[in-house]
């Protein structure tokens, strides 16, 4: 077997841990036995260099000395909980009691575990290292977890699209920013054309299949920056940023049109499915996002008494060229 087809197939490393020390026997001591344990092991002489490998790099463990010149373990401590909150680190510490206090200084400053300088031996390192990676690890986990219970938080589970929460915060944040940086915003109100025919007709399983439709042949119709919310039932709502009110306008016509020129397949038959759209920008008198909204919600409502399958901007409806009810719903 060829050098190269060994080093294929070595293991991967089980994690990277970064030794720090001024005294490069005692470094190259703790690296070896690290490396022994199957993790990949670099080195610092200093605080202010391991720092700066740190940011450059990802480390599962920092293996410190808590006497150095310049920064000492303390302040390697800090920066590396300020850098890399995640890492956990090690601390180096001699045999006497000023020494031990000096440990029981920093595990409470957030320190995993300390060894004694030198280690005993490599085995009492490895284990310090693997337990100091499975706390990692599962810190890691349960933080990944929070995000992914955040985000189904802020996203309704049927269309993927976010829901009634995240619009109010993002409106809030949207309107902010239109105003410090005197921009224009728009907004799109949609509600599905004689949803309620489909529900009638092929059961709530029918309805939930144009929803999650509709949803992405929205979506599909979306510049960079323009976010698609569930705002409640059949109503979704479109945030646009920087587009005044012929461009709202244009956005929501070409939402309208793709819509209609998407049927949905339900229990194998095929529904013209059909949606209204108010349209309004932020406007000086507006005194907030509701402001804002609520002049949406009513040329949404002028849209559908103009017809539906059109979109509406302050009172004045533009029909467009498709015009189809929804099957179950008998047309109008």
Not at 72 to 101: H, M, N
Not at 255 to 273: E, S, T
Not at 305 to 310: A, D, I, S, Y
């Amino acid at each position: 077997m060829r050098k190269d087809e060994r080093k294929e197939m070595a293991p991967a490393p089980k994690g990277r841990v970064l030794v720090v020390d001024d005294s490069r026997l005692v470094r190259m001591m703790v690296a070896n036995f690290v490396a022994r344990g199957g993790f990949e092991a670099e080195q610092a002489e200093d605080g202010a260099t391991a720092l700066a490998l740190l940011a450059r790099r990802a480390y599962d463990v920092v293996i410190t000395d808590l006497k150095m010149p310049g920064m000492d373990g303390f302040e390697v401590l800090a920066g590396v909980k300020r850098v890399s909150p995640s890492v956990e680190v090690i601390i180096l510490t001699g045999s006497l009691a000023q020494d031990a206090s000096c440990a029981v200084r920093a595990l409470r400053l957030g320190a995993h575990d300390y060894l004694s300088k030198p280690p005993s031996s490599a085995d009492q390192v490895i284990l310090t290292v693997q337990r100091a990676i499975e706390k990692k690890q599962l810190k890691d986990a349960n933080q990944r977890l929070v995000r992914e219970l955040e985000s189904l938080s802020r996203r309704d589970a049927l269309t993927g699209a976010l829901n009634r929460r995240s619009f109010d915060e993002a409106l809030a944040q949207e309107v902010a920013r239109a105003r410090r940086h005197d921009q224009p915003l728009g907004v799109v109100m949609l509600d599905i054309d004689h949803f309620k025919g489909v529900n009638d007709a092929y059961g709530h399983p029918g309805g939930d299949e144009v929803l999650r439709a509709f949803a992405n042949t929205v979506k599909g119709c979306l510049r960079e920056g323009d976010t698609l919310f569930r705002y409640g039932g059949e109503e979704f709502a479109v945030l646009l940023p920087h587009a005044d009110g012929e461009g709202a306008l244009i956005a929501a016509q070409r939402i309208v049109a793709a819509v209609a020129g998407a049927p949905v397949r339900v229990d194998g038959k095929i529904l013209r499915v059909t949606t209204s759209a108010g349209v309004a920008c932020l406007g000086a008198k507006d005194a907030s996002g509701e402001a804002l909204v609520a002049r949406a919600d009513r040329a949404l409502y002028d849209a559908k008494r103009g017809g539906r399958n059109q979109a509406a901007f302050h009172g004045r409806r533009l029909a467009l060229v498709a015009r189809a009810a929804v099957a179950a719903a008998g047309g109008r």
